[in-house]
């Protein structure tokens, strides 16, 4: 048997149907076999981040892993970018890049290069994945294909790289002669479950962050909230996961958190973070500020992340959150969040919520009106991914999740052009679901080449397109800290903007201009994919914005201290902070 083919008969056993990657002379073999399976489809994407962050999206939607394939050298290399996104993001995807003969590989010489388009790509990647390694033996084919996927698949998971030089790829194989992986059994970690339900009872304020990694607990976070009462905030990564029509939750916290959300920690003594890495981005960089005077369950899958932190008010669960959840329902605790804690924080959500944040501190306010239109329109089950800078902040902050939702943006390496490859990739896997793609004017170029599968593949994707003409959370960086000094990041700095318009008709897709000071959004956005160029003003801000060293519970705009103490004395006749 073909060793590529033997590969794409073991991608097809594991649930694979879509491979996704640019051919190139090295991965030739793989993607001939792909092309005569009938069980897996080969997507050619016009770049190699594309295929990669796709390949992510497949993974999200169909909780399969995800597969992406390039040639060597410049191949793999632009599949860099995807890769570390997968590893920050903890989602399992096997890229599988094509390598020069094993006899044309300089191995140890010390040269730069042998073959042509040679580069150890292993030794490039391995910060970046779970597992790399180049399989230079037909007999260990088997084996490494079977461990990369294991260790994709299990604890904390994440991308691996297999590079395959050709003449491997065009080898005679006989998988059952070879050697193949046993994984060890993992050992159940028990759960000292005394020590939250200690901590429950003394807490009079307590709060649940829901994280990305409870990306596969969503039920039993749901259960387990709504049987305590207990009230919820999200970090940006965990947005989604909570059904945000919960009567007690608040919003998401961080730098670019709602103020309702981040206020109600002035006044939090017990913190129980469900999956979240507790990064500077959620807690502000004053961590002092942070639960100062109380405790925090810290529940994570990966150990070195509990055990490397800052924070040091913190009980430590090493395990993963359905697994605590579940061993925390199952014991029954005698708790009932008070009355006063949940009337007081449906006082802060009433009176800081994001659209009173926009009346009070937003002059341009047709950035957060696109966003409320979108609340208007998209529906149960709908998919919604945004990119990075300011659009992806307007997201996260003003749309509600409605049930069944999904909400997918990059929070680990944040790279600009994320959105719309990973909502290919999504469309792949689940093409009956209607995606909103949200970008701004700068994300878009990073990934342009993306738009030709939307029309080619006739994918149902909406590209809505925050375009105010400029890189605009730099900018607002730019007039905060650099005099308002805007280089690189407006036309009269050296940024420009292409039509939008063109862009869409060399694609093939429709085209709709939106007033984004009165934005309406027609009945042919249901139809299917198209580029909806959203015109929001220069002149655009994220409200509220967390200043380096202030505590989390006031943002910029800053209140005034006496308003943070007349709400704090609201709760128990306290003026102070925790």
Request: proline share 4%.
């Given at each position: 048997?073909?060793?590529?083919d033997?590969?794409?008969?073991?991608?097809?056993?594991?649930?694979v149907?879509?491979?996704?990657g640019y051919?190139?002379g090295?991965i030739t073999?793989?993607?001939?076999?792909?092309?005569k399976?009938?069980e897996?489809?080969f997507v050619?994407?016009y770049?190699?981040?594309t295929?990669?962050?796709?390949?992510?999206?497949y993974a999200?939607e169909?909780?399969?892993?995800g597969?992406?394939?390039?040639t060597?050298g410049?191949?793999?290399?632009?599949?860099?970018?995807?890769?570390?996104?997968?590893?920050f993001g903890?989602?399992p995807v096997?890229?599988i890049t094509g390598q020069?003969?094993t006899y044309e590989?300089k191995y140890?010489k010390p040269?730069?290069?042998?073959?042509f388009?040679e580069?150890?790509?292993?030794s490039?990647v391995k910060p970046i994945?779970?597992?790399a390694?180049m399989v230079?033996k037909p007999e260990n084919?088997?084996?490494?294909l079977?461990?990369?996927?294991?260790?994709?698949?299990t604890?904390r998971?994440?991308?691996v790289?297999?590079?395959?030089?050709?003449?491997?790829?065009r080898?005679d194989?006989?998988p059952?002669?070879?050697?193949?992986y046993?994984?060890?059994t993992?050992q159940?970690s028990?759960?000292?479950?005394?020590?939250l339900?200690d901590?429950?009872?003394?807490?009079?304020y307590?709060?649940v962050?829901?994280?990305?990694?409870c990306i596969?607990?969503r039920?039993?976070v749901d259960?387990?909230?709504?049987?305590y009462n207990?009230p919820v905030?999200v970090?940006?990564?965990?947005?989604g996961i909570v059904?945000?029509?919960?009567?007690?939750?608040l919003?998401?916290i961080?730098?670019?958190?709602?103020?309702?959300a981040?206020?109600?920690?002035a006044?939090?003594?017990?913190?129980i973070a469900?999956g979240?890495?507790?990064d500077t981005r959620q807690t502000?960089?004053k961590?002092?500020g942070?639960?100062p005077n109380g405790?925090?369950?810290h529940?994570?899958?990966?150990d070195?992340?509990?055990?490397c932190?800052r924070i040091?008010?913190?009980?430590?669960?090493n395990t993963?959150v359905?697994?605590?959840?579940t061993?925390?329902?199952?014991?029954?605790?005698a708790?009932s969040?008070?009355?006063?804690?949940?009337e007081?924080?449906?006082?802060i959500k009433q009176k800081?919520?994001q659209e009173?944040?926009?009346?009070?501190f937003?002059s341009?306010?047709?950035p957060y009106m696109?966003?409320?239109?979108?609340?208007?329109?998209?529906?149960?089950g709908?998919?919604?991914?945004a990119?990075?800078?300011?659009?992806?902040?307007?997201?996260a902050?003003t749309?509600?999740?409605?049930?069944?939702?999904r909400?997918?943006?990059?929070?680990?390496?944040?790279?600009?052009g994320?959105s719309l490859?990973?909502?290919?990739g999504m469309?792949?896997?689940?093409?009956s679901k209607?995606i909103y793609?949200i970008?701004?004017?700068?994300?878009l170029?990073?990934?342009?080449?993306s738009?030709l599968?939307?029309?080619?593949?006739?994918?149902?994707?909406?590209?809505?397109?925050?375009?105010?003409?400029?890189?605009?959370?730099?900018?607002q960086?730019?007039?905060l800290?650099?005099?308002?000094?805007?280089?690189?990041?407006t036309?009269q700095?050296?940024?420009?903007?292409?039509?939008?318009?063109?862009i869409?008709?060399a694609?093939n897709l429709?085209?709709?201009q939106?007033?984004g000071s009165?934005?309406?959004?027609?009945?042919?956005l249901?139809?299917?994919g198209c580029?909806?160029?959203?015109?929001?003003?220069e002149s655009?801000?994220v409200s509220?914005?967390?200043e380096y060293?202030?505590?989390?519970?006031?943002?910029?705009?800053?209140?005034d201290?006496?308003?943070i103490?007349?709400l704090?004395s609201?709760l128990?006749?306290?003026?102070d902070?925790?």
């Open positions: 048997m073909k060793a590529s033997y590969i794409v008969s073991y991608l097809a056993q594991n649930g149907d879509v491979v996704f051919i190139g090295m073999h793989l993607v001939d076999s792909l092309g399976s009938d897996v489809r050619q994407t770049h190699e981040q295929a990669s962050m796709a390949a992510e999206g999200l169909s909780g399969k892993i597969v992406a394939i390039s060597s410049p191949g793999a290399t632009n599949m860099a970018t995807g890769i570390a996104d997968a590893y903890n989602i096997v890229y020069v003969n590989y140890d040269i730069r290069q042998q073959g388009q580069t150890d790509v292993v490039i994945t779970k597992y390694v230079d084919l088997c084996f490494e079977e461990k990369a996927i294991h260790i994709a698949t604890g998971k994440g991308p790289l297999i590079d395959l030089p050709m003449n491997i790829s080898a194989i006989n059952e002669q070879m050697r193949h046993e994984p060890e993992p159940k028990q759960i000292d479950i005394s020590l339900a901590a429950l009872s003394k807490a009079k307590p709060m962050l829901v994280g990305g990694g596969d607990a039920e039993e259960v387990f909230v709504r049987k207990l905030v970090s940006l990564m965990g947005k059904d945000e029509t919960y009567e007690n939750y919003g998401m961080g730098s670019y958190g709602n103020r309702c981040n206020l109600s920690f006044k939090v003594d017990l913190l469900l979240s890495r507790l502000g960089a961590i002092d942070f639960v405790k925090i369950i529940v994570d899958i990966d070195n992340e509990l055990k932190h040091l008010n913190r009980i430590l669960f993963d359905s697994a605590f959840l061993q925390v329902l199952q014991a029954d605790m708790f969040t008070s009355l006063g804690w949940i007081w924080l449906q006082q800081y919520s009173q944040e926009v009346a009070r937003v341009n306010k047709a696109v966003m409320q239109e979108l609340n208007k329109i998209t529906k149960q709908d998919i919604i991914t990119d990075i800078g300011q659009n992806q902040m307007w997201a902050q749309i509600a999740m409605k049930p069944n939702q909400f997918v943006t990059s929070g680990g390496l944040a790279p600009m994320f490859p990973v909502a290919i469309a792949f896997a689940n093409p209607a793609c970008t701004g004017d700068g994300g170029h990073m990934a342009v080449q738009l599968l939307i029309s080619q593949y006739k994918l149902n994707i909406k590209v809505i397109v925050m375009n105010n003409s400029v890189l605009g959370m730099i900018t960086f730019q007039h800290y650099f005099d308002s000094r805007m280089y690189a990041t036309q700095g050296g940024y420009i903007l292409p039509s939008l318009e063109d869409a008709k694609y429709p085209y709709y939106v007033d009165c934005p309406c959004f027609k009945q042919e249901q139809k299917g580029i909806v160029d959203c015109l929001i003003g655009t801000v509220p914005k967390l060293d202030k505590p989390i519970y006031n943002m910029l705009p800053l209140l201290d006496g308003e103490k007349f704090c609201q128990d006749g306290n003026e902070c925790l």
